[in-house]
């Protein structure tokens, strides 16, 4: 694993307030997602390392922003960190580190403006989230809100976001990924009073939000987690398809991160209905192994075809 510092000095980014800024968004990656950042670090080639960090903080950051407070709270907030950004993206500076390194960052990688703002636009859901009455519902938040957070963050691995293909790949991931969120987190959410479940996939199985808020091990229930558990187990093999538009560089960690949502299924498929009294978390041993058989990988590994 290279220094931090050598990352910065390989993207160019060596000295004054930047390299803090950079810094800076490493930290806050480090304290929040402690398995994501030592897989930047591990796997993502030296001189991206510091834009695959920023490009994550920020979006992190703005989600954060969301989730926290009463709705009155979070929009107040979230409506001057919108119009902190959106001025940052027109005049090119910034007062707020992890947003100066991103600005950097979409600079330095050519990010398409449109993605950001698609992801400034789609955040809003979450401040008053209304729920899922049906699929359509819910396609549509992964098409405004996942979509475009995969896209400013796995797009960076791309001078100037990639291409339609890489997009179309990230769309199934972002679906996969999104609905394997909503299993791991369920019963967090369901505390939270939210549901993201769609309300006609409870239907389906004659679930009520009660049985499910309540925690009861009922047929349908398991029934229902289980048929959402293999919908996004089928998606994120689809999503595999990113393996072919990725660079090669960067495809070690995006088998791992696939590989990471295969494992938090076969969890979530183990406990059954038992999810929504506890919320799944990762085993760190399992992340080690993961990590470990990933990091093995030669750089010269067969094209990505081979490995699905």
Do not use: N
């Amino acid at each position: 694993m290279r220094t931090w510092r050598k990352c910065l000095e390989t993207a160019g980014v060596s000295r004054g307030v930047l390299r803090d800024d950079y810094m800076k968004a490493a930290r806050f990656m480090r304290r929040r997602e402690p398995a994501g950042y030592l897989a930047v670090r591990l796997m993502v080639p030296a001189p991206h390392q510091p834009h695959a960090l920023a490009g994550y903080a920020f979006a992190s950051f703005t989600d954060d922003v969301c989730d926290r407070g009463t709705v009155r709270e979070r929009t107040r907030r979230y409506d001057a960190w919108d119009a902190r950004v959106r001025a940052a993206l027109d005049s090119g500076s910034a007062g707020h580190p992890l947003l100066r390194a991103f600005l950097h960052t979409a600079a330095d990688r050519e990010l398409p403006r449109h993605w950001v703002d698609a992801y400034l636009d789609g955040a809003r859901i979450d401040l008053d989230f209304p729920g899922f009455a049906t699929e359509a519902d819910y396609q549509r938040y992964v098409e405004r809100l996942t979509w475009p957070f995969l896209m400013i963050t796995s797009g960076l691995a791309h001078q100037g976001g990639g291409s339609a293909e890489f997009a179309a790949g990230c769309r199934l991931f972002a679906d996969a990924a999104q609905r394997t969120d909503i299993l791991t987190d369920l019963a967090e959410d369901l505390r939270g009073g939210r549901l993201y479940l769609p309300m006609s996939d409870l239907e389906q199985y004659g679930v009520t939000r009660e049985d499910l808020e309540r925690g009861r091990d009922l047929p349908g229930v398991r029934a229902l987690i289980a048929a959402t558990a293999r919908t996004a187990d089928a998606t994120l093999r689809e999503a595999r398809v990113l393996l072919d538009h990725c660079p090669a560089e960067h495809r070690r960690l995006m088998r791992f991160v696939l590989d990471l949502h295969h494992q938090r299924l076969e969890s979530v498929k183990v406990r059954g209905a038992a999810v929504t009294r506890r919320p799944v978390r990762d085993r760190p041993l399992a992340c080690l192994r993961l990590l470990t058989r990933r990091t093995a990988v030669p750089r010269t590994a067969p094209p990505a075809s081979a490995d699905r």
